[in-house]
C-alpha cells in the first residue's frame, strides 16, 4: 500500500524567502510522485512530477522537487517566495506498475508574509 | 481544449435527497477519475473508469454511490440518500492513458447536506 506523509499543515515564509514543503512516502514499487496546488474554491494544478530519470525535477512557477529514493522524500522548494504562491500544497503518489490511483497527503497550507 | 468541467459548482440538498454530478473530462483523454476532498484533508480516490469501463472501485464508495461513463465521454456519479457525511468537494480528473502524464482536475462539485 501506498501513503504520503507531509510534515506541517501550515508553513509562513517571508516574500522573497525560500519555501521548503516536506513530503515523505511509502511504497511497495517504484513510486511516481507529484505535487499539486490548488487556490481556493478551485480544483488541483499539477506543480511537477518525477517518474524515472533525473531525480531534481522542474516545475511552473519556479518550483522544483527533488526525489531522494534513500530518504523516500520529494521535498518541494522555491528560492524565493512570492505573494501569488500562497496556496495549499498536496504531495501525491501512485505506483508506477498497472495502478493509476494516487494516494495524496493531507497537505500544506503555504502563507507568504509581506 | 477547454479543459475539465464539473457541473455544478455548489450543490445543497437536504439529507435524505439523492443528488446527481456531472464531469466532461478533456476531450482526448480516456481515462476519468472521481475524488472526494473533505475539509483539511487531501482528495480520497472513488473510482475511475478507462473509456465507458469502470476499472476500480474504492472502499469509501458505499452502495449509495453509483458512477457512469456511458460512451466513453461525460461521467456521472450520483449519492442516493445523502446523509450529512457525504458533505465535501468532489473532484473529477482525466488523464490518457500513461498514468505519468498526471492527472488535470476540474474545479469540484461542492456539496452540503443539510
Known amino acids: 500500500a501506498q501513503s504520503v506523509t507531509q510534515l506541517g499543515s501550515h508553513v509562513s515564509v517571508s516574500e522573497g524567502a525560500l519555501v521548503l514543503l516536506r513530503c515523505n512516502y511509502s511504497s511497495s514499487v517504484p513510486p511516481y510522485l507529484f505535487w499539486y496546488v490548488q487556490y481556493p474554491n478551485q480544483g488541483l494544478q499539477l506543480l511537477l512530477k518525477?517518474?524515472?530519470?533525473?531525480?531534481l525535477v522542474k516545475g511552473i512557477n519556479g518550483f522544483e522537487a527533488e526525489f531522494k529514493k534513500s530518504e523516500t522524500s520529494f521535498h518541494l522548494t522555491k528560492p524565493s517566495a512570492h505573494m501569488s504562491d500562497a496556496a495549499e500544497y498536496f504531495c501525491?503518489?501512485?505506483?508506477?506498475?498497472?495502478?493509476?490511483?494516487?494516494?495524496f497527503g493531507t497537505g500544506t497550507r503555504l502563507t507568504i508574509i509581506p | 481544449d477547454t479543459g475539465v468541467s464539473q457541473d455544478p459548482r455548489h450543490k445543497i440538498t437536504k439529507r435524505g435527497q439523492n443528488v446527481t454530478f456531472r464531469c466532461d473530462p478533456i476531450s482526448e483523454h480516456n481515462r476519468l477519475y472521481w475524488y472526494r476532498q473533505t475539509l483539511g484533508q487531501g482528495p480520497e480516490f472513488l473510482t475511475y473508469?478507462?473509456?465507458?469501463?469502470?476499472?476500480?472501485k474504492s472502499r469509501l464508495l458505499s452502495d449509495r454511490f453509483s458512477a457512469e461513463r456511458p460512451k466513453g465521454s461525460f461521467s456521472t456519479l450520483e449519492i442516493q440518500r445523502t446523509e450529512q457525511g457525504d458533505s465535501a468537494m468532489y473532484l473529477c480528473?482525466?488523464?490518457?492513458?500513461?498514468?505519468?502524464?498526471?492527472?488535470?482536475f476540474g474545479s469540484g462539485t461542492r456539496l452540503t447536506v443539510v
Open positions: 480528473a482525466s488523464s490518457l492513458q500513461e498514468a505519468n502524464y498526471g492527472y488535470t
Open positions: 518525477y517518474t524515472t530519470g533525473a531525480t
Open positions: 473508469f478507462q473509456n465507458e469501463a469502470q476499472l476500480e
Open positions: 501525491a503518489v501512485s505506483e508506477s506498475f498497472g495502478n493509476e490511483k494516487l494516494t
